[in-house]
Structures are given as structure tokens and as C-alpha cells.
């Protein structure tokens, strides 16, 4: 960029990496033109969260669980405008998140309405417990310990229907369509939930790795109940090609 006036021009320019240079001359001769080098530094906001704003990010429940996808809630969480979904990548726009030490995942981060959230995968290899979390946004870095940290708490994506103020859980059949008002769940057939956190898989996956095919299935057997009875369950792991997305399949009953 570059601004003059009578007394003489100043330019600047970016280079790489945060450098760049400033240029002063005057109209009177070349030799008044000077030119330094400079670095420049900017740092973004200070995270400001606490330990309760860590959550599942399905069920929105107090918590995290290794190789479950959780959501952060706080300010000056990032310096990006509306909704960015980093797909993974453990930096995006400067912004980092940490858990006990290992980088996590990043797939969405909001800064829009007044509301600050980063979505991520906790790493798998988390010990249960508790866990420091840390988010850098730009260089201005918090860190928050006593997050709990759980084997497994299941949490059931939901979404809204259009015209419709009732939640609904994320369910589809086989036919690949969405379960809601307008398209139930027919008895007898088989039905698909999404979840994330539902615990250890076997084969165990490392961090950010995407479900397999044939599909790793979750350690602990789920039981899972409808109009309080138990239903059949049909299969219980992970979603292949997708990241921290858990799948279970159930039969509804006849009757």
C-alpha cells in the first residue's frame, strides 16, 4: 500500500510469513528514499471459556470422550466471520485446540450472532478423567483443566424439521431417506441413528481417521430402548468414511 502528500510517499508491503518492508522518499532525490524491514505480529483475542463449555457435541451433555466429536463454547474463540468447516485440519485461520497436550481435529468453527464455537474431535488417545484444554486463537492462547473425560456418553444428532419447532432425532432408512413427521418409521423394518462418543472401537482408530470399511464396531455391546422397551439391535460402530460418527442400526418392532 502507499500514501503521499507534498512532503513525500510511504509504501508497504507484506512479504511472507508476517515481514515485510516500509519505504520513505522524499521528492527531492533518490538518495532521501529509505527503505526498512519490519515483522509484524498480530495476535487475536484472548480465548475466554471454562471447563462446563466443553460438551458432546450431539447431546450438548457436560464432557468429552476420546474419539468422539465435542463442541467448545466461549469468546474471542477465533477472528473469523460466520460459519468456517476447517475438515480436520488441527490449524485453520490460526486457530488450534489442543486436549491434554495432543492436537485435535477442527470441523467447524462459528463466530456469528453473537455465539463463539469450535466443533472437534477429542484424540483417541486421551486417557479418561481429566484433561487440559487449550484453544490458540492467533497467538492469544487459554488453557482450561478438569474437563472430564469419559469412556463413552452416547449423544443422538437431532435436526429441525422445516416449518416445524420440534427436534427430531437423526434417523434414516434404508432407502437412505430421513425418518420425521412427514416420512415415520414403518414397524418391522430397520432404521439407521447417527451418535458420536459412543467409546473404544475395535480395531481401534487413530486420530482423524475416517471410518473403515468393512466398519469398526464399538467395544461395549449398545442397548437401545423405544417407548421404554428394549429393540433389536442390528449393528453398532462406526460410520465408514466419516470421522467420529457413530451408527447405530435397529429393527422396530412389529407391534
Do not use: C
Not at 527531492?28 to 519490519?38: G, L, M, S, V
Not at 475466554?48 to 468429552?64: D, E, I, K, L, P
Not at 485435535?104 to 462459528?110: D, G, M, N, Y
Not at 419447532?165 to 415415520?184: E, F, H
Request: aromatic share 8%; proline share 8%; hydrophobic share 40%.
Amino acid at each position: 500500500t502507499a500514501a503521499s502528500n507534498s512532503y513525500g510517499t510511504v509504501a508497504a508491503g507484506a512479504i511472507a510469513n508476517g515481514d515485510g518492508w516500509f519505504r520513505f522518499s522524499t521528492p527531492y532525490t533518490a538518495a532521501d528514499q529509505r527503505e526498512i524491514p519490519f515483522t509484524l505480529t498480530v495476535t487475536g483475542r484472548a480465548p475466554v471459556f471454562t471447563s462446563g463449555s466443553v460438551v458432546n457435541a450431539a447431546s450438548f451433555r457436560f464432557g468429552m470422550v476420546p474419539g468422539g466429536l465435542a463442541s467448545l463454547f466461549g469468546a474471542g474463540l477465533s477472528e473469523i466471520s460466520g460459519l468456517q468447516e476447517p475438515g480436520g485440519a488441527t490449524t485453520h485461520r490460526g486457530v488450534s485446540v489442543t486436549v491434554a497436550g495432543r492436537l485435535a481435529p477442527l470441523f467447524a468453527i462459528r463466530n456469528e450472532g453473537g455465539q463463539e464455537q469450535i466443533n472437534f474431535q477429542v484424540p483417541t488417545d486421551v486417557s479418561p478423567g481429566t484433561a487440559r484444554v487449550e484453544v490458540n486463537n492467533n497467538g492469544s492462547v487459554t488453557a482450561v483443566d478438569g474437563v472430564p473425560v469419559l469412556r463413552a456418553q452416547p449423544g443422538i444428532f437431532e435436526y429441525t424439521p422445516a416449518g416445524s419447532s420440534t427436534r427430531y432425532a437423526v434417523a434414516v432408512k434404508l432407502d437412505g431417506s430421513v425418518i420425521g413427521p412427514n416420512n415415520p418409521a414403518v414397524r418391522g423394518s430397520a432404521v439407521l441413528l447417527f451418535l458420536t462418543a459412543m467409546g473404544p472401537t475395535v480395531p481401534a482408530l487413530a486420530t482423524g481417521q475416517a471410518g473403515p470399511t468393512p466398519p469398526a464396531v464399538t467395544a461395549s455391546p449398545a442397548v437401545v430402548g423405544l417407548n421404554n422397551r428394549g429393540v433389536e439391535v442390528l449393528f453398532s460402530g462406526l460410520t465408514p468414511g466419516f470421522v467420529a460418527l457413530n451408527q447405530i442400526n435397529i429393527l422396530i418392532p412389529e407391534d
